[in-house]
């Protein structure tokens, strides 16, 4: 990688190209801009990882074997770095190319190509990729955001991205504890909407005779007690996102007035009579399956389909692999000043004890045992004691069919995930006939339309 100019940081793009340059040098872009070359693909993951918010040059003029459109395709799905694409007709005709281009790309042009139409393309990339800020990866788990490097991950935060800029109401689903409700502040933050209020509630949490209210609000009156005007949570969200947690546990007689609002964009607090038009974004999740509800009579199916427009899934965090440690040591560097001595990490032990445990309360529940550890450890690394991740019970031994089996459907699911869950591709790079692939996807329950790519 060649450093081309010593501007300030005020604006960076990076440069994939294993050509010299693109008939540009940095002055094209005026002040204040630092280009940043990479030449190899194995070092594009490194680059772009470290990169602040960026645009990004894909030179696809040229052949690439199989492995290092792998190794593109991880970097490319940094969000923080927003993609344009320099080709040629024949390179087009490549299936390859068109879908790293569909899937990754905001814009591409075509040789030859204007300098001029390159830098326009450019800086409105970069524009695009100033709205995403920070980096995920330096944000802690806990405060948190979105911690995660593995395939399954990587999808979904590909899928984010592209929900983020529609308006269309999204459904979130994912076991409890896998961070729905930050995922749901991650698609505000990403949106037009990022300046509106992020209301979330627990429509668990409420009370069923008092869910009409807090979410529509009541005027003076309404009701013995309501001595003034509440503004409900629905309204409150104007202009903004409004977060519907645990939709599956609402009241059928919420559920029609909550219907009534998706229909026509207007409310009417309790013992009004007043319509009063909203516009706002609404994001729902729960952990219940609503197609069984729907089923037994507890979930309304046009409700159902209004909120679903577009779908988020979460991974669980027992198939997030290395995550798991990403996220622990994030934990540890949060809340590491709670503890009475220095900590300096894990111990051999907890990091097979965390790598082993099934994690059924997810993240929420690994944030949990860590700080936890943090506080009561007396020894220099946090022990699997210590995380009380110990005993037979919660380490239960693998069998080596067991290992074998596992390690065949993370094998699976990893390239499925970072292909977009298309079978072709896939079975090629795992060297198994599609016939094989279909096999091998129903023994272990890996479906296409389970992906967690929305619109995908």
């Given at each position: 990688?060649?450093?081309?100019?010593?501007?300030?940081?005020?604006?960076?793009?990076?440069?994939?190209?294993?050509?010299?340059?693109?008939?540009?040098?940095?002055?094209?872009?005026?002040?204040?801009?630092?280009?940043?070359?990479?030449?190899?693909?194995?070092?594009?993951?490194?680059?772009?990882?470290?990169?602040?918010?960026?645009?990004?040059?894909?030179?696809?003029?040229?052949?690439?074997?199989?492995?290092?459109?792998?190794?593109?395709?991880?970097?490319?799905?940094?969000?923080?770095?927003?993609?344009?694409?320099?080709?040629?007709?024949?390179?087009?005709?490549?299936?390859?190319?068109?879908?790293?281009?569909?899937?990754?790309?905001?814009?591409?042009?075509?040789?030859?190509?204007?300098?001029?139409?390159?830098?326009?393309?450019?800086?409105h990339a970069h524009g695009m990729a100033s709205l995403h800020g920070a980096r995920p990866q330096?944000?802690?788990?806990?405060?948190?955001?979105?911690?995660?490097?593995?395939?399954?991950?990587?999808?979904?935060?590909?899928?984010?991205?592209?929900?983020?800029?529609?308006?269309?109401?999204?459904?979130?689903?994912?076991?409890?504890?896998?961070?729905?409700?930050?995922?749901?502040?991650?698609?505000?933050?990403?949106?037009?909407?990022?300046?509106?209020?992020?209301?979330?509630?627990?429509?668990?949490?409420?009370?069923?005779?008092?869910?009409?209210?807090?979410?529509?609000?009541?005027?003076?009156?309404?009701?013995?007690?309501?001595?003034?005007?509440?503004?409900?949570?629905?309204?409150?969200?104007?202009?903004?996102?409004?977060?519907?947690?645990?939709?599956?546990?609402?009241?059928?007689?919420?559920?029609?007035?909550?219907?009534?609002?998706?229909?026509?964009?207007?409310?009417?607090?309790?013992?009004?009579?007043?319509?009063?038009?909203?516009?706002?974004?609404?994001?729902?999740?729960?952990?219940?399956?609503?197609?069984?509800?729907?089923?037994?009579?507890?979930?309304?199916?046009?409700?159902?389909?209004?909120?679903?427009?577009?779908?988020?899934?979460?991974?669980?965090?027992?198939?997030?692999?290395?995550?798991?440690?990403?996220?622990?040591?994030?934990?540890?560097?949060?809340?590491?000043?709670?503890?009475?001595?220095?900590?300096?990490?894990?111990?051999?032990?907890?990091?097979?004890?965390?790598?082993?445990?099934?994690?059924?309360?997810?993240?929420?529940?690994?944030?949990?045992?860590?700080?936890?550890?943090?506080?009561?450890?007396?020894?220099?690394?946090?022990?699997?004691?210590?995380?009380?991740?110990?005993?037979?019970?919660?380490?239960?031994?693998?069998?080596?069919?067991?290992?074998?089996?596992?390690?065949?459907?993370?094998?699976?699911?990893?390239?499925?995930?970072?292909?977009g869950f298309h079978v072709v591709p896939a079975a090629r790079e795992l060297n198994v006939s599609?016939?094989?692939?279909?096999?091998?996807?129903?023994?272990?329950?890996?479906?296409?339309?389970?992906?967690?790519?929305?619109?995908?």
């Amino acid at each position: 990688m060649d450093r081309l100019c010593k501007a300030s940081r005020t604006a960076q793009i990076v440069v994939v190209s294993r050509h010299e340059d693109f008939g540009f040098d940095p002055s094209s872009f005026g002040p204040g801009w630092e280009l940043r070359r990479v030449q190899q693909m194995r070092d594009v993951e490194r680059v772009v990882r470290a990169s602040p918010p960026s645009a990004g040059v894909i030179d696809l003029q040229d052949e690439y074997s199989d492995a290092e459109l792998g190794q593109l395709e991880l970097a490319l799905q940094h969000l923080h770095v927003t993609w344009v694409a320099i080709t040629c007709d024949a390179m087009l005709a490549d299936e390859r190319v068109r879908r790293l281009i569909r899937d990754y790309c905001v814009d591409y042009v075509r040789t030859p190509f204007s300098v001029q139409e390159l830098i326009y393309t450019l800086k409105h990339a970069h524009g695009m990729a100033s709205l995403h800020g920070a980096r995920p990866q330096e944000t802690t788990a806990s405060r948190g955001t979105m911690i995660g490097e593995c395939a399954a991950m990587r999808a979904m935060f590909r899928s984010l991205a592209k929900v983020a800029h529609n308006e269309a109401p999204v459904f979130i689903s994912g076991e409890s504890g896998t961070g729905k409700e930050l995922a749901a502040q991650a698609i505000h933050d990403a949106s037009s909407r990022r300046k509106g209020p992020f209301i979330a509630i627990n429509c668990g949490a409420i009370p069923s005779h008092l869910v009409q209210s807090e979410l529509f609000g009541y005027e003076k009156g309404a009701f013995t007690g309501a001595n003034q005007r509440k503004i409900g949570w629905i309204e409150q969200a104007q202009g903004g996102t409004l977060f519907l947690d645990e939709i599956g546990d609402l009241p059928l007689e919420s559920q029609v007035a909550l219907l009534r609002f998706l229909q026509q964009g207007t409310i009417t607090r309790l013992g009004g009579h007043q319509s009063i038009p909203l516009n706002l974004r609404i994001i729902s999740a729960t952990h219940v399956d609503l197609v069984a509800a729907q089923g037994d009579g507890r979930f309304r199916s046009d409700l159902f389909h209004r909120l679903c427009v577009l779908t988020l899934s979460i991974p669980p965090l027992r198939e997030r692999g290395e995550d798991i440690l990403q996220l622990a040591n994030a934990v540890l560097a949060e809340h590491g000043h709670e503890a009475h001595r220095r900590i300096r990490g894990f111990s051999a032990c907890a990091t097979q004890a965390m790598m082993q445990y099934a994690w059924p309360g997810n993240v929420r529940e690994l944030i949990n045992r860590v700080r936890r550890a943090i506080v009561m450890t007396d020894n220099r690394k946090i022990t699997a004691e210590d995380l009380q991740l110990h005993g037979g019970a919660e380490l239960p031994r693998k069998t080596l069919d067991a290992i074998r089996e596992e390690a065949e459907r993370e094998a699976i699911r990893n390239v499925m995930a970072s292909h977009g869950f298309h079978v072709v591709p896939a079975a090629r790079e795992l060297n198994v006939s599609r016939v094989t692939l279909y096999r091998l996807m129903h023994k272990h329950n890996i479906r296409v339309e389970s992906q967690p790519a929305a619109g995908e």
